[in-house]
């Protein structure tokens, strides 16, 4: 039990979005990494992308769910977070959606009230289609683009203004004629998801505009049948919808605090002990904001992504591992407070300072 005297033990776990992540680039295949952690640290603070898994999830009590641009803000002290036990979640719905793929989100959304309790509110239609359209960076990275961000913005302020949203849960209609090859090769579990980056996009423009938790699902067919999906891709061909997850994670989201006040009801980011990100990925702004800090940032090599930004090559000090196994034997050492070097095979002796 940890005693009243110390601080919680608090790790950052981060698998960029759209990169095409060994390990936390598909369905919710980093989820088995942060029930894991969650067991060694007393707070894990990680985003959507780790933890969404279309219609699979896992409740994890002291796992904070946060958006990509909220976490960058609170890497760099600029925000802190509000622990809550329930948030009203808005929903906001695509214009573009059709009829029927429309009431599969309604009637998921129904189904996490009456079988899971989640507080929803009514929902909103953006008043005009949101127009997504995706891309693919040079790197291989997926992003993409918004037509009608306006629309985004003003379905998402009717939700707060006349709901009464704590949260913002947005269903966007993807374009179903994707990169065939691309699109393929993600299902059967090896390349970049092609609609991850433009997820990211809509999610971050509504924190960065309102200051509260926001996450994204897209809206597309129902995929063809194929014998060769991937159980890490798997997730996403067990139904018409993927937004009860996001419903899950979005209910016990934190808030967001913009105004530094030391409390104990608040978690700042001078109070994180270790940040886990893969070894080739290092070159977000969460991360380069933690290496500024004393925060112990371990990278995960065998975690491979399409992008090649070392520590090495930024000159950031961390531990480097082999695995998420071995990420975890450093953070119970780490919380144990054991110099890693005494669990080697040798140890060297003490050397005099002149």
């Not at 009243?4 to 979005?17: E, Y």
């Not at 520590?311 to 196994?325: F, W």
Request: hydrophobic letters at 45%; one cysteine or more; charged letters at 15%.
């Amino acid at each position: 039990m940890l005693s009243q005297s110390l601080k919680p033990f608090t790790v950052v776990l981060i698998v960029p979005t759209g990169i095409g992540a060994s390990i936390g680039g598909y369905a919710g295949d980093a989820l088995p990494v942060a029930r894991a952690m969650a067991e060694v640290c007393d707070r894990l603070i990680t985003h959507p992308n780790v933890l969404n898994g279309a219609q699979l999830y896992w409740n994890l009590d002291n796992a904070y769910y946060v958006e990509g641009y909220g976490l960058d803000q609170f890497a760099a002290g600029s925000w802190g977070l509000q622990p809550v036990t329930q948030n009203k979640v808005g929903l906001l719905l695509d214009r573009a959606i059709e009829p029927e793929l429309r009431l599969r989100q309604l009637q998921a959304a129904d189904a996490t009230r009456a079988t899971l309790g989640l507080n929803v509110t009514d929902y909103v239609i953006t008043d005009a289609p949101l127009e997504v359209e995706l891309r693919t960076a040079f790197s291989g990275a997926s992003w993409g683009t918004i037509g009608n961000t306006a629309s985004l913005l003003r379905g998402a302020e009717k939700l707060i203004t006349q709901a009464g949203a704590d949260a913002i849960a947005i269903v966007a209609r993807f374009p179903d004629e994707m990169d065939s090859m691309a699109f393929n090769n993600y299902r059967q579990g090896s390349g970049v998801d092609p609609i991850a980056g433009a997820e990211a996009v809509i999610s971050h423009l509504i924190v960065r505009q309102f200051k509260i938790p926001a996450a994204h699902a897209p809206a597309l067919r129902p995929l063809p049948v194929d014998p060769n999906v991937s159980p890490k891709a798997a997730a996403e061909e067990l139904g018409y919808t993927f937004l009860p997850c996001i419903l899950v994670g979005l209910a016990r989201a934190p808030q967001f605090v913009t105004k530094y006040e030391v409390s104990p009801h608040l978690i700042w980011s001078e109070e994180v002990d270790a940040l886990i990100i893969p070894h080739s990925a290092c070159g977000g702004s969460a991360a380069l904001s933690f290496s500024n800090s004393q925060t112990t940032i371990i990278t995960v090599e065998e975690n491979s992504t399409s992008l090649k930004v070392t520590p090495e090559a930024l000159g950031m000090k961390t531990i480097r591992v082999n695995s998420y196994l071995e990420a975890l034997g450093v953070l119970v050492a780490r919380r144990a407070g054991i110099n890693l070097n005494a669990l080697s095979s040798s140890i060297s002796s003490l050397h005099h300072l002149s």
